[in-house]
C-alpha cells in the first residue's frame, strides 16, 4: 500500500525545471494512488537554507498548481512549526542512542572536511576521541562488505562513501540521516527521486538495515531521468538561469514541464499534455510506471 510520499526540495537555492520536473511525478502518482503527500522541505543545513529559497518553493508549487495534504502551508508556518532546526535535538538524542547500541562502528572524528575530500577511510576510529561541539564530527564506520542491491543495479557503500557523517563537526545533524530519520519515523511509503540520488537512496538503506528501520526497509522507490541543460550537465540551483523564478517573471507556463514528466511516465502523445488532470486522465500508464520503475527494497537483502 502506498500511503505516504513526499516532497521534499532543499532550500539552498531556486527551484529549477529537474526540480518542478520531480514535484510534477510525486503529485501524480500520490493522486493516482491516493496517497497522501507531504511537504517535506530539508532545510537541515541552516548554513545554506535562506527564506528567499523556501519562498520560492511556496511560488513554485503555486503556479505548477499542485496541492499537498501535510506540511507547511506557508514560509511562516514552516519556519515557526517545521524547520529542521526544531528537529535537531530529537535528532541528536537518536543519534546518541543508536550510539549506545551500536558502540563498536561510531567514532568521533577530528579531520576537517577539506581534507576528507569526500570519501573518507580514515585512522579517528581508533583514537577514542570524545564528541565535541565544533572540534569533532560523529562517524559509522563502514564495512568492505556493503552492497546495496536494488533490482539489478547495486552500490558498495565502503568505496561510494566511506565512513558515513551522522553528526556534523558544526553541530548539526547530516543530510543523509535526517532525511532518513524523518522518513522512518513519518512512515513514507513512496520515495520519488532524480537518478543522480541512487546512491543517496543505498546508503540510506544500508543505514536502515544496521539500525533496523523496519518502515524504510518497506519503502517502495523510483528513481526518474534527469533533465540536462543545452550543454548536456545536470541543472544546478545556483545556476539562477535555470530557475523557474525566472521562468515566471518572464510569464512562461509550466506546460513543457507537464509534457515532460507525461513522456517519462510513458504517454504516448505526451505533446497534447498540458496539466496534472490531462496525466491523471493517463491510468494505465500511471499504473505500468510504477510497476516497471517501482523498486522494492526489502526483497533485496
Ligand atoms: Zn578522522
Excluded at 553541530?171 to 540520488?197: M, N, P, W
Aim: some cysteine; proline content about 1%.
Amino acid at each position: 500500500m502506498l500511503n505516504l510520499t513526499r516532497i521534499a526540495p532543499t532550500p539552498s537555492g531556486f527551484i529549477h525545471a529537474g526540480n518542478a520536473l520531480n514535484f510534477i511525478l510525486i503529485y501524480t502518482l500520490a493522486r493516482h494512488t491516493n496517497a497522501k503527500i507531504e511537504l517535506k522541505i530539508d532545510d537541515i543545513d541552516q548554513n545554506r537554507s535562506k527564506d528567499i529559497y523556501i519562498e520560492d518553493i511556496f511560488e513554485t508549487l503555486k503556479w505548477l498548481r499542485l496541492d499537498w495534504d501535510l506540511g507547511a502551508c506557508n514560509k511562516n508556518d514552516f519556519l515557526k512549526n517545521y524547520s529542521f532546526a526544531h528537529k535537531q535535538k530529537i535528532l541528536f538524542k537518536v543519534i546518541l542512542s543508536l550510539w549506545r547500541k551500536n558502540p563498536d562502528i561510531f567514532y568521533a572524528c577530528k579531520c576537517s572536511r577539506k581534507g576528507i575530500n569526500g570519501i573518507y577511510h580514515g585512522d579517528c576510529i581508533k583514537l577514542n576521541l570524545e564528541l565535541e561541539k565544533e572540534k569533532t564530527a560523529l562517524k559509522l564506520h563502514v564495512d568492505n562488505d556493503s552492497n546495496i542491491i536494488l533490482r539489478n543495479r547495486y552500490v558498495n557503500i565502503y568505496s561510494a562513501f566511506g565512513d558515513i557523517t551522522l553528526w556534523q563537526k558544526e553541530d548539526f545533524c547530516s543530510y543523509q540521516f535526517a532525511s532518513l530519520f524523518l522518513d522512518e519515523d513519518h512512515k513514507t511509503s513512496l520515495i520519488v527521486r532524480g537518478d543522480d540520488l541512487f546512491n543517496s537512496t543505498a546508503l540510506q538503506l544500508y543505514m536502515a538495515r544496521l539500525f533496523g528501520f523496519e518502515n524504510f526497509l518497506q519503502t517502495t522507490f523510483i528513481h526518474h531521468m534527469l533533465i540536462f541543460d543545452s550543454n548536456g550537465s545536470k541543472l544546478s540551483k545556483s545556476n539562477g538561469s535555470n530557475s523557474l523564478a525566472s521562468w515566471r517573471k518572464n510569464g512562461k507556463k509550466p506546460n513543457e514541464l507537464f509534457q515532460k514528466a507525461a513522456q517519462i511516465i510513458g504517454v504516448k502523445e505526451f505533446w497534447q499534455v498540458n496539466t496534472k488532470e490531462d496525466i491523471l486522465t493517463c491510468k494505465d500508464e500511471l499504473d505500468m510506471f510504477l510497476r516497471t520503475n517501482g523498486q522494492k527494497v526489502s526483497s533485496a537483502f
